[in-house]
């Protein structure tokens, strides 16, 4: 499959995601009162293309390796040469001392990298030569019966539980090989079920007990690691929720008539931000809205963001989500409105 298909895939998601953590990051820093730099700080646009538009360069050779010669393999290499090669005719060029420092830590990295893959490939091939890969496709199924919904939950489940410890790239081949027929072999779409697994596959990262990535951010920062990667996790929520939005519902990953893409995008856009606002207990010129309007406003963005549900024993159209999420939004926003402007109490 073409790289662009994928990338144009991802984009919705990705979107969304990023927009739900720039939410979270302005509602923290506007319940907390924190200010960005003063204007006369900032860099002027004017300089910053000046100085960096060479950079741009590398960018579009990345792309035509990706998108033009379809060379997914050589992409980054070629990338990372031009980058090289420019910095080198530039100011604070590497020196040769520098240089031999650059590949040590490349070398380390790969070292590493190659280890982690060659268990990988132990593990993936040892599955494929005993056939316990299709056995557990089998068991998968078998539990799952005709229910879509526990094929999804257990699907995202083993991505977890299988992508602790291992990279991105590593996770993902492996959850590809094990875990993706079974998906796909209960009705799902192969896209919305390789984005799916990569997405839970990666979620170790920023979630306790591992929350690898959460940990290191908190040995950077000398703060409580454990404290660090539930922080994490609560900026990182719409992550968790986006990955079933586009598999129940394939207009996210473009799939589909151009008004129920459109439809099913305004729909996400709006429940992640209203679960973004939830997770931080913040909305804007309101404030802090309290426990029971934020429960609601959760609850509310959850309901308007999923598609039409028709799970076995649960069924909800898209209009009865709709309605039941924006009748909990309006009772959060009322409770907020009146919590942010009590009513004067009257002499006795």
């Known amino acids: 499959m073409p790289t662009y298909q994928v990338a144009i895939a991802a984009l919705l998601p990705s979107l969304l995601y990023f927009i739900a953590l720039y939410t979270q990051l302005d509602a923290y820093a ?33 792309i035509v390796f990706l998108l033009v010669l379809q060379q997914e393999a050589l992409a980054p290499w070629a990338a990372t040469a031009s980058l090289l090669v420019i910095n080198q005719f ?22 590493e990298l190659q280890a982690i893959l060659c268990a990988v490939g132990l593990i993936v091939g040892a599955l494929s030569v005993t056939g316990l890969s299709g056995t557990l496709v089998n068991e998968l199924l078998f539990v ?42 209960g ?19 920023i979630t306790p007990p591992v929350a690898l990535g959460a940990f290191a951010a908190a040995s950077i920062a000398g703060a409580n690691p454990v404290a660090t990667g539930f922080e994490a996790m609560r900026l990182g929520v719409a992550i968790y929720l986006v990955p079933f939005l586009f598999v129940l519902n394939p207009a996210l990953i473009g799939v589909g008539p151009w008004q129920g893409i ?45 598609p039409e549900i028709n799970l076995e024993g649960v069924a909800l159209s898209n209009f009865d989500g709709n309605l039941a999420g924006i009748l909990m939004i309006v009772l959060a926003l009322l409770l907020a409105r009146v919590r942010a402007n009590p009513a004067p109490k009257t002499a006795s």
């Not at 192969?190 to 596959?201: N, R, T």
Request: glycine share 14%; proline share 4%; aromatic share 10%.
């Open 187 to 205: 009705g799902l779409m192969p896209m919305a079920v390789h984005l799916f697994i990569l997405y839970w596959g990666m979620l170790s990262f």
């Open 90 to 111: 530039r100011q604070g060029r590497m020196a040769f001392g520098d240089l031999g420092s650059w590949l040590v830590a490349v070398g380390k990295l790969l070292i």
């Open 262 to 306: 459109v439809q099913a995008a305004l729909e996400a856009l709006l429940g992640v931000l209203l679960i973004a606002w939830s997770a931080q207990r913040y909305l804007p010129r309101l404030g802090d809205p309290g426990f029971i309007a934020a429960c609601l406003l959760g609850f509310g963005g959850l309901l308007v963001a999923l």
């Open 144 to 185: 799952a019966g005709d229910s879509t919904g526990v094929l999804i939950l257990m699907g995202a489940a083993t991505s977890f539980i299988l992508g602790i410890g291992l990279t991105v790239t590593a996770a993902y081949v492996f959850l590809a090989i094990v875990l993706a027929p079974a998906l796909i072999d």
């Open 30 to 62: 506007g319940k907390h009162g924190l200010e960005g730099l003063p204007e006369s700080e900032l860099p002027k646009l004017r300089i910053v293309l000046a100085e960096g538009w060479v950079f741009i360069v590398s960018f579009a050779l990345l």
